[in-house]
């Protein structure tokens, strides 16, 4: 059997450059991992496809194109047979985001992540002052310290999204003090290490923050990190305990639940 053969390498590299490219813009969109790899195996199969049909226009007839011992049209194939665990993960995601909708204060949770999305609704936002007032600073202090540690060689980071801003929103509830944070170019930090010198850092400045909204300590602690849009590292615990850290994006669970506490001095529009 042949291994490679022809252009089957360059059809299959156009194949895989495509499903990456799909991927990434359609996540982007949906936030459903699923439905993004079925639109990247589908522009995948499509353009294997137009690849080979190309081939076989111009070159001498009865010329094979194989990639890992499997010819090109059946590569169009490949992909194809992919799309439906691809389609059963997507419906898996769809199924959880509904369920996830439900959830009550989901909604309100919704309206808070959604404004830490990107630089253009500004850096800091919450639902009471004293909580906006808490997120301001904190986004400030952050973005100081880490642009130290970046300085000095402790920090991964590569060129920032939204200008190195970490964009916060701080919810303040009966029980709960949340920050939601989006963290830039966050999926960029791979080693243990960078992780643990951020949730620190985080950690700290969140406790110290929350001081002016709970001097007592009483309320539990809440902080999500998210990249571009899931959150991947969540944080809790109280401002005088060590906190325990999550990393499976229980979202649903730990972050949601304290939205649907509303508070009775909401922050104003000015006039």
Known sequence: MTFWKGQGI???AAGFAGVMVACWILYWVTENKGL???AGLATAAGLTWSFHKQLERKGPPGTRHVAFFIPLPLWTWVYTGLLAPALAMAAVGWHAQW????????TAFKAADDK?????QGKAHGNTLPAEAAAHVFSQTIRMNRAMNKRSGADEMVEPENNGEFLTYCHEAKDFIVFL?????LINLKSEQARSALIKDVWNLAVIQARSIDMEGKKTMIVGL????????IIRGRPKQAPIVFNDGRKADLLIPPFAEDQAVPVTPES
């Not at 830490?116 to 253009?120: C, G, P, Q, R, Y």
């Not at 944070?181 to 170019?185: D, G, N, R, S, T």
């Not at 998210?226 to 590292?233: E, F, K, P, V």
């Open 99 to 106: 369920e996830e909708s439900k959830l009550p204060g989901y």
């Open 181 to 185: 944070i989006h963290v830039p170019e």
């Open 10 to 12: 360059l059809a299959l």
């Open 116 to 120: 830490i999305d990107d630089l253009k």
């Open 226 to 233: 998210r990249g571009h849009s899931d959150y991947m590292l």
């Open 36 to 38: 993004a790899l079925c």
